[in-house]
């Protein structure tokens, strides 16, 4: 009776681990439309922590003025950008389509086609005949693609719509977390602490520097090249700034840099005719294309020194699992585990051998083995 009193009770065991895991992933299941832009509030809080309790230093030591603050800093920062560009994409398009359907413009004539073996006079043939239609001769070409290419529009569109949910949970998220930071941080600690005793407290604080690296390292540095650059654009008269600002930020964040869109605008004014500013705007757009290569570094060790093949890979693998949001959950991710990695690699000191003593372990083993 005492030894059974003793041993395990496998059923209990069994349908406890059962319930247990039945209830995770029910919770999963419903938190599921919360987790990304919980998870980016998450990341938008830890990495301008340290700005805020600057901010409620100045203002009198109230924490509802600086979460004030710093949620108008957080629409000023991603939620005007956003409307400014769907604003601008708007009023474009509009006049874009009617100048293309009206007929008034006109393509080259490319007459070398003509010259080509084989292909060349159909190819001349088909051409010049959509010259001569225009803008409502290209449409009447494209028209029956236009349902092929609807659903895709539309499959766009509802990234888009998922893209601005999350971004409206990462405000409302951000609010309540600068609201109650300390708590939430202390409640992280502690369960981190009960599952990994000391070893859990650091990888809280590990993944925190490196959340604040890639915050302070890519971010920051895409928004600081977006905006010189789309100063630089706007000063330049070119039209159009404020989407190609965007454009820039969204390139530099995915480590393309603003030179794909400032070059473009350069040789435009040079063909234009506007060589003034054409060189001004060249000048200023190589201050901006090689100022992530002072800022960034510099950035990136405030909070960790991490490689920059790690945020890149995070960056366009990121891109591809979660779109636009992944632009900034895929570096952490990545540069998280990467610094846990490095912290358990490194909290027992590896062996100090040379590579001949390796060898000779190797081959004594090899020999025992042999003789057995």
Same mark, same amino acid.
């Given at each position: ?21 039945? =209830? ?48 108008? =800093? ?90 601005? =949910? ?42 925190? +520097? ?13 928004? #600081?090249?977006? #905006? ?91 891109? #591809? ?30 062996? +100090? ?8 372990? #190797? ?10």
């Amino acid at each position: 009776m005492k030894n059974a009193q003793k041993g395990w009770d496998l059923p209990q065991i069994v349908f406890s681990l059962m319930f247990i895991t039945l =209830l995770i992933v029910a919770s999963f299941w419903v938190v599921q439309p919360f987790v990304l832009g919980f998870a980016w509030a998450s990341m938008v809080v830890i990495a301008t922590w340290p700005l805020m309790i600057k901010i409620q230093h100045l203002l009198w030591g109230r924490r509802s003025l600086a979460v004030l603050v710093m949620a108008l =800093l957080l629409i000023l920062l991603f939620i005007i950008p956003v409307a400014l560009l769907v604003n601008s994409l708007i009023d474009t398009s509009r006049p874009v389509i009617a100048w293309a359907t009206s007929g008034h413009f006109r393509l080259p004539e490319l007459l070398w086609l003509n010259n080509l073996p084989l292909a060349g006079p159909k190819l001349f043939s088909a051409y010049h005949n959509l010259v001569e239609g225009g803008g409502s001769a290209m449409m009447t070409k494209v028209q029956p693609y236009i349902g092929r290419t609807s659903g895709f529009l539309f499959a766009q569109a509802g990234h888009f719509g998922r893209f601005m =949910l999350h971004l409206g949970l990462m405000l409302l998220f951000s609010i309540l977390l600068y609201w109650r930071g300390e708590q939430v941080g202390q409640g992280i600690r502690h369960f981190a602490f009960r599952l990994a005793s000391q070893r859990g407290d650091a990888s809280v604080l590990l993944a925190g +520097q490196a959340i604040r690296a890639v915050a302070l390292g890519v971010v920051v540095t895409a928004l #600081v090249q977006g #905006v010189l650059g789309g100063v630089g654009l706007a000063l330049s008269g070119i039209p159009y700034a404020t989407i190609l600002t965007v454009l820039m930020i969204l390139a530099c964040l995915v480590q393309l840099g603003p030179l794909v869109v400032l070059i473009p605008a350069i040789i435009w004014l040079y063909w234009s005719g506007d060589t003034t500013w054409g060189t001004v705007l060249l000048i200023w757009s190589c201050v901006v294309g090689t100022l992530d290569n002072f800022l960034r570094p510099a950035l990136i060790r405030m909070g960790a020194d991490l490689p920059m093949i790690l945020i890149l890979s995070g960056v366009i693998g990121g891109l #591809v699992a979660f779109g636009m949001i992944g632009l900034f959950i895929g570096p952490v991710v990545l540069a998280v585990s990467y610094r846990l990695l490095s912290a358990w690699i490194n909290e027992v000191p590896a062996p +100090q051998r040379s590579p001949h003593e390796v060898v000779e372990t #190797v081959e004594e083993n090899r020999e025992r083995n042999n003789h057995a």
